[in-house]
């Protein structure tokens, strides 16, 4: 079984009672619009990078390297630390044995550091500082099967001996993503009895302003190209949508390239956080327009992750930002169904700005304005446990104030925190007040292309 199958086991075990109590069986989504594959190539660039190990000054490599003591000896760990010496752990080392998080003085920590670790460990260095009296190491423990941070200060005692005056240890799995493949979305699936799913590129990420590169167009079509071709294996369930970020140069271009590829002329998937759009910018809302008029042109329909982030987070989204598309962009695509994602927010955290998104354009259908006659919302990752009472009221009111014809099912890529398909449903019908009838007409709804 594969990493992303065994960490969706985990994520069944520890799943509510009452959302997997739920009768899943008994209404079940037909197609799960909003999916994702992971190519061997984007995995690996997804993966966090553990910083190269360095060479620590000679004097520092002869005493914390050449001459640290056995992991075991207690003895011999004391005279590494001062008098005073305090140990902080994060909060996923307390299954290490201390009821507390802080450890001072030399006594105790020698005694908790013997008996921390079952095996023998060192300490690698990624970076040190040093002047005359005090210094500071950055590294990773080596030899013991989890992955521990570590941050030393330093103080040179008046022996001459360096010795620790404070250390952290952050307890930091270093999760290797591994490919998602067109097998373990149908294994997926089959798990749920969710017969079809859209499968949405994610191309658009060789694009971000994080990890664009020299090769970025041509890493853009490997993973579409990629995408397309596991799609092939299962045609009869999975339907894919290439992707890209619509403000580069090359956008037009591999549109029109998706469009003439038997495996992806199905749509197009736009993420505008991702791709770090402005609503607010002229220059892109242009673009962008020019990207619709080229969608609509081919009749390829389009996913949209319309949030651009907060105040904090990227530019500012909310209302205003939800207005210029409908107002601005919609009506550069008049005849293809656009798919508003996450029901016009982030996913995961329903924050206000995403709240004021959706309630405009619930408010633009409920007016019967046209530019909306096109309009679907996938409700992907919008729903967790953790939703408030008064969340999940807003989006059963909005969701009605919308149409449910006009709701899709979507859960979204089964890793870094998403629940898979099953649950994903599970939790959405445990946690939302809708009525049965409401729930069905949510898991029979089809979109348009998926037809």
């Known amino acids: 079984m594969n990493r992303l199958l065994v960490a969706c086991a985990l994520v069944v075990r520890v799943a509510s009672t009452a959302a997997q109590s739920q009768p899943v069986a008994a209404i079940v989504p037909v197609v799960d619009h909003h999916q994702h594959l992971l190519s ?20 520092l490599q002869r005493r914390f390297r050449a001459g640290a003591p056995r992991y075991n000896d207690s003895a011999a760990i004391a005279d590494f630390y001062t008098e005073n010496a305090l140990v902080s752990f994060s909060q996923g080392a307390l299954f290490l044995g201390t009821p507390t998080n802080w450890i001072r003085g030399r006594g105790r920590v020698a005694g ?28 990773y423990f080596s030899g013991i099967p989890r992955h521990y941070d570590v941050h030393l200060s330093l103080r040179k005692a008046s022996d001459g001996a360096w010795r620790i005056a404070a250390q952290s240890i952050t307890y930091a799995p270093r999760p290797t993503l591994q490919a998602v493949t067109a097998e373990d979305l149908i294994a997926l699936l089959d798990t749920a009895g ?27 079509r490997r993973e579409n190209d990629w995408t397309g071709q596991q799609v092939t294996k299962y045609s009869d369930r999975l339907r894919a949508f290439c992707s890209f970020n619509p403000l580069r140069d090359y956008a037009l271009a591999e549109l029109d390239r998706c469009a003439k590829d038997p495996n992806l002329h199905y749509g197009l998937k736009l993420h505008f956080a991702n ?17 619709f008029r080229a969608a609509n042109a081919h009749r390829m329909p389009v996913v949209i992750h319309l949030w651009t982030g907060d105040e904090q987070v990227g530019h500012p989204y909310g209302r205003a930002e939800a207005q210029i598309f409908l107002n601005d962009i919609l009506p550069a695509a008049p005849d293809i169904p656009i798919q508003i ?29 046209p530019r909306t006659r096109n309009l679907y919302f996938d409700v992907a990752t919008n729903v967790t ?16 104030q919308i149409g449910l014809q006009r709701i899709l099912y979507g859960s979204d890529l089964a890793i870094v925190g998403n629940l898979p398909p099953r649950q994903g449903w599970g939790v959405f019908r445990a946690m939302i007040p809708l009525t049965e ?14 037809r």
């Open 194 to 220: 969710i017969r079809r799913a859209l499968v949405l590129s994610v191309a658009y990420t060789w694009g971000s302003p994080a990890l664009r590169g020299n090769d970025e167009y041509a890493q853009v």
């Open 275 to 291: 791709s770090d759009v402005d609503l607010r910018n002229p220059a892109h809302v242009e673009q962008l327009r020019q990207v």
């Open 385 to 400: 446990m953790q939703i408030s009472a008064e969340d999940a009221r807003f989006i059963a009111a909005h969701l009605r």
């Open 40 to 59: 061997p190539e984007l995995a690996a660039a997804w993966s966090p990078p553990v910083p190269a190990p360095i060479e620590l000054p000679p004097e």
């Open 437 to 450: 009838a409401e729930f069905r007409t949510i898991a029979e709804n089809v979109a348009p292309y998926m």
């Open 112 to 139: 908790f550091l013997s008996r921390a670790f079952r095996n023998q460990y060192s300490l690698t260095p990624v970076a040190y500082g040093v002047n005359d009296s005090s210094g500071f190491i950055v590294g």
């Open 341 to 369: 994602a996450h029901l016009a927010g982030s996913g995961p955290r329903l924050d206000p700005g995403s709240k004021d998104a959706l309630a405009m354009f619930a408010d633009a259908v409920a007016a019967h304005n």
